[in-house]
Structures are given as structure tokens and as C-alpha cells.
Nanobody, 125 residues
Framework: QVQLVESGGGLVQAGGSLRLSCAASGRTFSIYLMGWFRQAPGKEREFVAAISSSGDRTSYADSVKGRFTISRDNAKSTVYLQMNSLKPEDTAAYYC??????????????????WGQGTQVTVSS
């Protein structure tokens, strides 16, 4: 079992930045594929970014590529999402998730089986 707790959300003006953190506890964090997803009101959950267990592979949704950066610190059992040049359309609840050990990065949320409770990001125009 892995417990995930997100933090770092908040209200920011368009063009601003936020860094989300997701702290993991439980089983060995370093073996898990990690991802960030988001869900806006009235919309389906969507993939944002993913990072392999070692951190050498990353994947991004086209909508955030070049603006967001996912990273991880396995010594701290934490995954991060640095979000720059934020837009109002980035407003959503952001969730981190843990996927299969040592698997390639994937945007498919059905492959992730541990989820955090989410942190709200609101970008004002």
C-alpha cells in the first residue's frame, strides 16, 4: 500500500507559477511509475505528466509541454510538478498517482492504482 499526499496548490494569476509536491509513504517509492492528473469541474480527468521510477523518462500532455516539469526525489519519496506560465484553463484539482513498478511512462489513468486526495489549483485571468 502507498499513501500519497499532495500539497502546493492555491490561487495564482495567469502567467504565474506554482510547484506541487506529492509525498509518498508506505512501500518503496522508488520503484513506482508516478504521474500527475487533473480534473476540472464538469470535465473528465486528464493526464498531465508522468515520470519513470528512476526519473530518466518523462511524458507530458501537449497542453502543458514546455510549461510544466515533472521531477522526483526518491530519497525524499516525493514527486514534484513545477508549473510555469499558468493559464486559466489550467484550473483544476490536481492528483498524483502511483503506477506499476518499473514500467514505462503512460498517460493511461487506468494503469495507476494509488491516488492522492488532490490539491486545487486556480488560475485567475
Amino acid at each position: 500500500q502507498v499513501q500519497l499526499v499532495e500539497s502546493g496548490g492555491g490561487l495564482v494569476q495567469a502567467g504565474g507559477s506554482l510547484r506541487l509536491s506529492c509525498a509518498a509513504s508506505g512501500r518503496t517509492f522508488s520503484i513506482y511509475l508516478m504521474g500527475w492528473f487533473r480534473q476540472a469541474p464538469g470535465k473528465e480527468r486528464e493526464f498531465v505528466a508522468a515520470i519513470s521510477s528512476s526519473g530518466d523518462r518523462t511524458s507530458y500532455a501537449d497542453s502543458v509541454k514546455g510549461r510544466f516539469t515533472i521531477s522526483r526525489d526518491n530519497a525524499k519519496s516525493t514527486v514534484y510538478l513545477q508549473m510555469n506560465s499558468l493559464k486559466p484553463e489550467d484550473t483544476a484539482a490536481y492528483y498524483c498517482a502511483a503506477g506499476p513498478p518499473f514500467r514505462p511512462v503512460t498517460p493511461n489513468d487506468s494503469e495507476y492504482y494509488y491516488w492522492g486526495q488532490g490539491t486545487q489549483v486556480t488560475v485567475s485571468s
